[in-house]
């Protein structure tokens, strides 16, 4: 009987952290790399100890600005799993979600071109625990995506809303 209880607890645990995966996987190959991004510059603080797994987006924007550029803003939500910290990313996570840890809110920008992240301008994440996230830290978030200089004639990341 206690084989079958672990049976299909297991069971549960993967179905359920698919399921966590689903909201990730309906972001659009786009928003996924920024969200990478994300992770990679996580991952790469030695103050953090869980592995995190996307929750949801709170805000998304782009703009068009021609010949195959793309400016991007995400502000999403990134949950902490039982997992610690991995470097490798590139395996399927089977780590369920944990509810004792904050949240950790994200904000990020950047150019894409040819479908790859620019590295001119210099890609923004912003990336803090939500209860040490205060309207200032907010509000400097849009102002530098707002700043960030483009060469296509500087269009204001944050006007256009598609999401």
């Known amino acids: ?6 049976l299909l607890f297991c069971a549960g645990v993967v179905l359920w952290s698919a399921k966590a995966q689903e909201p990730f996987n309906a972001l659009t190959n786009n928003y996924k790399k920024g969200v990478e991004l ?6 790469s603080h030695a103050a953090v100890q ?25 502000h999403f939500l990134l ?11 590139s395996s399927p996570e089977k780590c369920p979600f944990r509810n004792d840890r904050p949240l950790m809110d994200c904000a990020i920008c950047y150019k894409m071109a040819a479908g790859q ?3 001119s301008p210099k ?3 912003h990336c803090i625990q939500r209860p040490r996230l205060t309207e200032t830290m907010r509000k ?24």
Request: aromatic share 12%.
């Open 1 to 6: 009987m206690a084989t079958g209880l672990l």
């Open 38 to 43: 994300a992770f990679e510059q996580l991952n």
């Open 50 to 74: 869980h592995h995190f797994l996307f929750l949801r987006s709170l805000e998304k924007s782009e703009i068009e600005g021609g010949f195959g550029v793309a400016y991007f803003y995400h």
């Open 79 to 89: 949950k902490p799993t039982v997992c610690a910290k991995r470097r490798n990313e």
């Open 117 to 119: 992240i620019e590295t």
């Open 123 to 125: 890609p923004y994440v």
């Open 140 to 163: 400097n978030r849009v102002e530098h995506c707002k700043r960030m200089s483009y060469n296509s004639g500087a269009p204001t990341l944050l006007a256009v809303s598609s999401g």
